[in-house]
């Protein structure tokens, strides 16, 4: 079997990016770059993994995790990372392949079959993943030889203009054989345009020493490197097609694809149906034949077969819906759950609850969870019905099969079969609107007469 070791190099500024965060951090579909790069390198099954990482940069050694990471301080180029990478990995015979943590959007098929490419006979001790991108622009240029094969990578600003006029670009994937990586990258010097240790000197440094190099291209879009944010933004949406091209080739119907978002973890089951311009935030489960309606908003929420969620919906974290459950329009739910076929139609805010089966929740109805200081449990047992406009003041629970009246302000238990009305009570004086409203028509129609009367 052949040994693989991956490199992935994260140690950079990203200054082009003008953020306070580390580039790699950036997320593409709610999920950080480089854990991208690295959920693309796992099926790959790789002996060791490590991630080079700039001083300071402890959320990138916890998002690498569990890879290993190594320190490159202060960042000297990428060739300087390798470097940095290869004296942590020791001697290592197999594949070394180096992947650039700001190119997100990278398959597993693409790196296997550059990996391959390089293990083809006769065998190269550098294969270099290509593309031709609409506008080359800042990538490093591919020489090729007569014969095809590669025979320098010339960064752009060192470039003749006979050079940047060559389409063939660097993506910055690299796969060395391990037994020449280490000779090769310490031949690299920084007598460059940026004094930077260039890991794309490598290849004409192994020509020299008359060491076969070779090129593979694969697609532009997939090899895109996030410097910018507009660049975050094209690789958002290249995302976000792959994921709606994913889940309706697993059975789910989206009415617009275009318009729904999903995150990277984002499971939803078949014979679901997904109608225009839904969000889902991370950590979302949603089950088999579940029907979600236009403008609604899911994150961190499970969602069992067969409910309706929406139109205009909003899940938030800790959310479990059971089967069969209907949430409807401008309903607001956080770490609640709701049992079996329970209904919660219209206008309502129900935080930190527990709901069981077959509750009707109605109009307006509001938890009032939180004192100002601390969060409080609403229960609400199974077969409960409760009247539009309720206000549950929490901690309170209402009992199997109670009903609460509409407009009740509830801050006792009730218990289970009884009615609770918290309410002003209900007078009626008949005839009085009549006298009411004769009185106030006098009254209108003796300051009409003092007005004329002032004017004279
Ligand atoms: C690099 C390549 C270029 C290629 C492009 C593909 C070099 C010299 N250039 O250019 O040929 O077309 O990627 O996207 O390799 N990094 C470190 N340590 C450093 C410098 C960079 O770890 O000292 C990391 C960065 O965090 C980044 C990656 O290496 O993840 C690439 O660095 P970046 O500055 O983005 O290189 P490019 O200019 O895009
Ligand atoms: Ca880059």
Do not use: W
């Amino acid at each position: 079997m052949n040994s693989l070791a991956v490199i992935v190099l994260a140690a950079g500024d990203g200054t082009r990016m003008k953020s306070a965060r580390p580039k790699v951090l950036h997320q593409i579909a709610h999920q950080p770059m480089l854990r991208h790069v690295l959920d693309a390198v796992a099926p790959l099954r790789p002996q060791r993994t490590l991630v080079v990482i700039g001083r300071e940069m402890a959320a990138v050694a916890a998002a690498a995790a569990p890879a290993e990471t190594v320190v490159q301080a202060p960042p000297l180029g990428t060739g300087h990372a390798v470097k940095t990478a290869l004296a942590a990995l020791g001697e290592f015979a197999g594949d070394v392949l180096v992947l650039v943590g700001d190119a997100a959007l990278i398959t597993t098929e693409t790196l296997a079959s550059l990996i391959a490419e390089r293990r083809r006979a006769p065998q190269a001790a550098v294969a270099v993943l290509g593309m031709r991108p609409p506008d080359p622009g800042a990538y490093g240029r591919l020489v090729l030889a007569t014969d095809g094969s590669l025979e320098a990578i010339i960064e752009a600003r060192e470039a003749s203009p006979g050079q940047r006029a060559i389409t063939l670009c660097n993506s910055g994937v690299i796969v060395f054989e391990g037994r020449y990586a280490p000779d090769l990258v310490d031949a690299i010097g920084n007598k460059n345009a940026k004094r930077e240790y260039y890991l794309t000197d490598v290849v004409a440094i192994a020509r020299k020493r008359g060491l076969l190099c070779r090129t593979i291209e694969a697609s532009a879009e997939e090899l895109l490197g996030v410097n910018s944010r507009p660049e975050l933004a094209v690789a958002e949406a290249t995302m976000q097609q792959r994921l709606r091209a994913k889940h309706m080739a697993a059975g789910v119907t989206l009415i617009d694809p275009t318009t729904v978002y999903f995150s990277a973890d984002t499971a939803i089951g078949r014979d679901t149906v997904i109608e225009p311009s839904v969000v889902f935030g991370p950590g979302v489960r949603v089950g088999e034949g579940v029907e979600i309606r236009a403008m609604s908003h899911i994150t961190g929420a499970t969602i069992g077969d067969g409910a309706i969620v929406g139109p205009f919906a909003r899940l938030r974290p800790g959310t479990e819906l059971g089967p069969r459950v209907h949430v409807g329009n401008f309903v607001e739910l956080k770490a609640v759950r709701l049992g079996e076929g329970s209904k919660a139609n219209h206008l309502t805010y129900i935080g930190d609850a527990v709901v069981g089966r077959e509750v009707n929740i109605g109009a307006g109805t509001i938890t009032c969870n939180y004192d100002g200081f601390l969060k409080h449990e609403t229960r609400i047992e199974d077969g409960a019905f409760i009247g539009s406009n309720a206000a549950l003041v929490a901690p309170v629970t209402i009992g199997a099969n109670a009903i609460v009246g509409a407009g009740s302000v509830i801050t006792r238990d009730v218990p289970a079969d009884a009615l609770a009305l918290g309410r002003g009570e209900q007078v009626e004086k008949p005839g009085a609107a009549r006298a009411l409203r004769a009185r106030g028509a006098e009254a209108k129609r003796q300051r009409a007469k003092g007005k004329e009367r002032s004017k004279v």
